[in-house]
């Protein structure tokens, strides 16, 4: 009876923009590679922000940059406007590229840090928040600010990033899977593919 302790979260992504998912491997490298020049360029009167605090950020071993959504959309309105619209798919892509950035402008490292640390973004968003009354499906997968009580919470459950898998009767191992974030699982093969 332990598996009945929890109920399960299922998902289902019922609002795919089939257009995006079209041209996807396309507008994901190009969506990371101005992400990686957002963070390596951004400036103001000549102080590079976002590069000086990730380096400054990763050497005192703290793995993430807070960056400010008003810069983004002075650097790149596009760019910002799919962050806000797809805030799933191109904030992992957001991590990616800082996590490249901070590889470049971190060097040489330690021998002993050769494998790099993963980097979170924290967004700050100075946008007029919506009151929850005012919520509709239309903002369902986007990025909004609100403002109110958190009047319950639930207990902190663990996810994986990555998983590495085993077959039962072959033993064959695939590991390093990646996750996807929010609350999609992964769905495991029906068989290995040695057989």
Same mark, same amino acid.
């Given at each position: 009876?332990?598996?009945?302790?929890?109920?399960?979260?299922?998902?289902? %992504? $019922?609002?795919?923009?089939?257009?995006?998912?079209? #041209? *996807?491997?396309? $507008?994901?490298?190009?969506?990371?590679?101005?992400?990686?020049?957002?963070?390596?360029?951004?400036?103001? $009167? *000549?102080?590079?922000? !976002?590069?000086?605090?990730?380096?400054?950020?990763?050497?005192?071993?703290? +793995?993430?940059?807070?960056?400010?959504?008003?810069?983004?959309? %002075? +650097?790149? %309105? $596009?760019?910002?406007?799919?962050?806000?619209?797809?805030?799933? #798919?191109?904030?992992?892509?957001?991590? #990616?590229?800082?996590?490249?950035?901070?590889?470049?402008?971190?060097?040489?490292?330690?021998?002993?840090?050769?494998?790099?640390?993963?980097?979170?973004?924290?967004?700050? !968003? %100075?946008?007029?928040?919506?009151?929850?009354?005012?919520?509709?499906?239309? !903002?369902?997968?986007?990025?909004?600010?609100?403002?109110?009580?958190?009047?319950?919470?639930?207990?902190?459950?663990?996810?994986?990033?990555?998983?590495?898998?085993?077959?039962?009767?072959?033993? *064959?191992?695939?590991?390093?899977?990646?996750?996807?974030?929010?609350? #999609?699982? +992964?769905?495991?093969?029906?068989?290995?593919?040695?057989?």
């Amino acid at each position: 009876m332990a598996g009945f302790d929890h109920s399960g979260i299922f998902f289902s %992504d $019922n609002f795919v923009d089939n257009n995006f998912e079209y #041209e *996807n491997e396309f $507008n994901r490298a190009s969506i990371k590679k101005k992400f990686k020049m957002f963070i390596r360029e951004f400036h103001i $009167n *000549n102080l590079f922000i !976002y590069r000086e605090m990730l380096r400054r950020n990763y050497n005192s071993r703290r +793995y993430w940059i807070d960056i400010e959504l008003r810069h983004l959309s %002075d +650097y790149d %309105d $596009n760019l910002c406007d799919h962050l806000k619209k797809q805030p799933t #798919e191109l904030l992992s892509l957001f991590e #990616e590229a800082a996590k490249e950035v901070a590889d470049e402008i971190t060097r040489p490292r330690p021998d002993d840090e050769i494998d790099m640390h993963d980097i979170q973004i924290m967004l700050m !968003y %100075d946008a007029h928040p919506l009151h929850l009354r005012h919520l509709k499906s239309e !903002y369902v997968s986007k990025l909004i600010k609100t403002v109110g009580i958190v009047i319950a919470a639930s207990s902190i459950r663990t996810k994986a990033s990555h998983i590495a898998i085993q077959c039962r009767s072959c033993r *064959n191992i695939i590991s390093n899977i990646k996750v996807k974030p929010g609350l #999609e699982g +992964y769905a495991l093969p029906r068989k290995c593919n040695s057989m």
